[in-house]
């Protein structure tokens, strides 16, 4: 008999904490209970990658009727049915949420929907009151955006509130450089926002190969997108009524007449959080928005729920450190996903809520493997990659660089200026390919076939000897012949 209520409670229901805690009883047969204070699913399920793909699907049909012109269809253009659009998306999140319930009641697993914190090394407190004991304990609670330490910041909202606005603004600010601000960059710009993006860099996407980011920087301006790169809010404030009818695009002609009792509702709404916002940069530019998105980082979930108490240890984010095994310093407490900030995708909490499982419940112990993980950014084009970038590579060892860019064949017919992005960065001596970067529609769907290759190891040569299927986009990965540069 068993000294615990449990041999494992997870505290947090999302990907990551699910996938553990589903395993560790279907399969090891352990008693398990998952606590989760919000909506089961998580960050990806709930308020990331899934409403926020469907947001990319929407948005990629504003050019369909053009593009359907060229190749011979009479289509109409109507308008994008936002209303109708979110009913959609929150009855598909209402499903898959339930799919997560059912997925963990079939397994076998005990769920309480509470906050839960620890009360000791054992011990996890719920907000009902309850106090459950457990041989292990894992934290799999994630992250959350953070706005930044600007005066007024509360007048923004972050990635969180996009899928609940109630009507799409006319004009957007988004603030940030990262893969979330551009991805929503492009949904936004192709639901038909007036969308300016500012960056306090040099170039957006930091970290990423840097032909690659800067391509998808040159589409997204040809697409309408004001990005503005070395740029970063310095100001912010309600805008007065005399501010939003002295700036292009924030006032109708007709309220430059405006009586007195306009000015003065105007001046009122405009003192509102939800009203239009002046925004000040550091370049002096001012302007005037509807709306302002913060796309300026994300934190660790840790805030208040005892972990240092017990002995586990924090970073500088507050985000919990383990080991390779997502041990923490105390040795019943693991945790997983991005609150621990290793890398913060959904595949890789998985992961590591499955190698949690074989080292603490199959007696298999087994490191997170976190080498030449592929992933994919949905700007418009998407961005792909595996590896190394070429800047990463070429401070390593001596390199070959093979690439191209071209139009390709299907928005070429259309008349449309887009162009893609086919990258290899090789090892000169080895001849293993450590990088491969992809800029084009549909690049995260070739990437993740991409990854296997560059995971076992293949060489340039192994590319090579691969028949190309013509006519793709994907083929020029096969037959590029020549190095482009070396380094």
Partial sequence: MSDFDYDLFVIGGGSGGVRAARVAAGEAGAKVALAEDDRYGGTCVIRGCVPKKLMVFASEYAGVVEDAASYGWDLTQGPFDWHSFRSRLNEELDRLEQVYR??????????????????????????????????????????HPVRPDTPNAHLGIVSDDIFHLESLPKSLLIVGGGYIACEFAGIMNGLGVEVTQYYRGAQILRGFDEE????????????????????????????????????????????????????????????????????????????????????????????????????????????????????????????????????????????????????????????????????????????????LSEEDARDQEAIEVYCTSFRPMQTAFAGRPDRVLMKLVVSKATRKVLGCHIVAPGAGEMIQLAGIAVKMGATKEDFDRTVAVHPTMSEEIVTMRTPMRTA
């Fill in 212 to 387: 690659a980011r800067g391509l998808v920087a040159e589409s997204m301006r040809e697409r309408g997108i004001d990005l503005r790169v070395g740029t970063n809010i310095v100001e912010m404030a309600p805008a007065s009524a005399d501010r939003s009818m002295s700036h292009a695009g924030t006032a109708s002609d007709a309220a430059m007449g405006a009586s007195a009792q306009q000015v003065q509702e105007m001046q009122a709404k405009a003192e509102a959080s939800d009203g239009p916002i002046w925004v000040k940069s550091t370049n002096g530019g001012e302007r005037v928005f509807d709306m302002v998105l913060f796309a300026t980082g994300r934190d660790p979930n840790t805030k208040d729920m005892g972990l240092e108490e017990v002995g586990v240890k924090l970073g500088r984010r507050g985000q919990i450190e383990v080991d390779d095994y997502s041990q923490t310093a105390v040795p019943s407490i693991y945790a997983i996903g991005d609150v621990t900030d290793r890398v913060n995708l959904t595949p890789v909490a998985i992961r590591e809520g499955m190698a949690f499982v074989e080292t603490v419940f199959k007696g298999n112990p087994t490191p997170v493997d976190h080498d030449l993980i592929p992933s994919a950014i949905f700007t418009q084009p998407e961005m792909g990659t595996v590896g």
């Fill in 102 to 143: 059912n997925l963990l009641k079939g397994s076998g697993v005990d769920t309480f929907d509470a906050r839960a914190s620890l009360a000791g090394r054992h011990e996890v407190k719920l907000s009902t009151g309850e106090t459950k004991s457990a041989k292990h304990i894992l934290i799999a609670t994630g992250g």
